[in-house]
T-cell receptor, first 116, second 118 residues
Framework: DQQVKQNSPSLSVQEGRISILNCDYT??????FLWYKKYPAEGPTFLIS?????DKNEDGRFTVFLNKSAKHLSLHIVPSQPGDSAVYFC???????????????FGQGTILTVHP | GAVVSQHPSRVICKSGTSVKIECRSL??????MFWYRQFPKQSLMLMAT?????????EQGVEKDKFLINHASLTLSTLTVTSAHPEDSSFYIC??????????????FGPGTRLTVL
């Protein structure tokens, strides 16, 4: 039962353009969502997060949008840079307000390639 | 962000031996840490929750006698893969988060440990 899904295994974008990575979830108990960037043989690096009480959070070039009714979130990177090329994981937690603090459920990941 | 370290980064061992992996939170105390594993081209799967001063809780399908977890201090959790076999070869990653803030649940990950069992 895949509770967090990233349906696009890969995404290719030109440098300077916008990258949009999508994520869907099924568990209504999730109340906190995160995006991580990961390189092979390294641990995930935290990028940005959003609480379920918000619909948007912005940090520099990264913006996360949350649509609770659709159980959908997206990560926008603009402008995209070649150094952004990596695997991006969406993760969800039911612990921000509950007892499952810290337990993250991950999507399958999307490989982003930004071409110069 | 918070810093989490892991040691070793890479280990190769013979089948039947045990391997210990350490996870440390460097700039905060963590009463709870988490252990994940990642197979090639797959997602991160939560294995267990490491609780300081008490027993770890394991996810369904994870053998607690195979993967021993000890959380002896507020900054250190260890995962011991006992009697390792080739199918245990994987990338093991730990995570920890700063003391809980209302409405926040950000976890920071260690750099991971690549285990290869021959």
């Amino acid at each position: 039962d895949q509770q967090v899904k990233q349906n696009s295994p890969s995404l290719s974008v030109q440098e300077g353009r916008i990258s949009i990575l999508n994520c869907d979830y099924t568990n209504s108990m999730f109340d906190y969502f995160l995006w991580y960037k990961k390189y092979p043989a390294e641990g995930p690096t935290f990028l940005i997060s959003i609480s379920s009480i918000k619909d948007k959070n912005e940090d520099g070039r990264f913006t996360v949008f949350l649509n609770k009714s659709a159980k959908h979130l997206s990560l926008h990177i603009v402008p995209s840079q070649p150094g952004d090329s990596a695997v991006y994981f969406c993760a969800a937690s039911a612990g921000a307000g509950g007892t499952s603090y810290g337990k993250l459920t991950f999507g399958q990941g999307t490989i982003l390639t930004v071409h110069p | 962000g918070a810093v989490v370290s892991q040691h070793p980064s890479r280990v190769i061992c013979k089948s039947g031996t045990s391997v210990k992996i350490e996870c440390r939170s460097l700039d905060f105390q963590a009463t709870t840490m988490f252990w994940y594993r990642q197979f090639p081209k797959q997602s991160l799967m939560l294995m267990a929750t490491s609780n300081e001063g008490s027993k770890a809780t394991y996810e369904q399908g994870v053998e607690k006698d195979k993967f021993l977890i000890n959380h002896a201090s507020l900054t250190l959790s260890t995962l011991t893969v006992t009697s390792a076999h080739p199918e245990d070869s994987s990338f093991y990653i730990c995570s920890a988060g700063p003391p809980r803030l209302a409405g926040s649940d950000t976890q920071y990950f260690g750099p991971g440990t690549r285990l290869t069992v021959l």
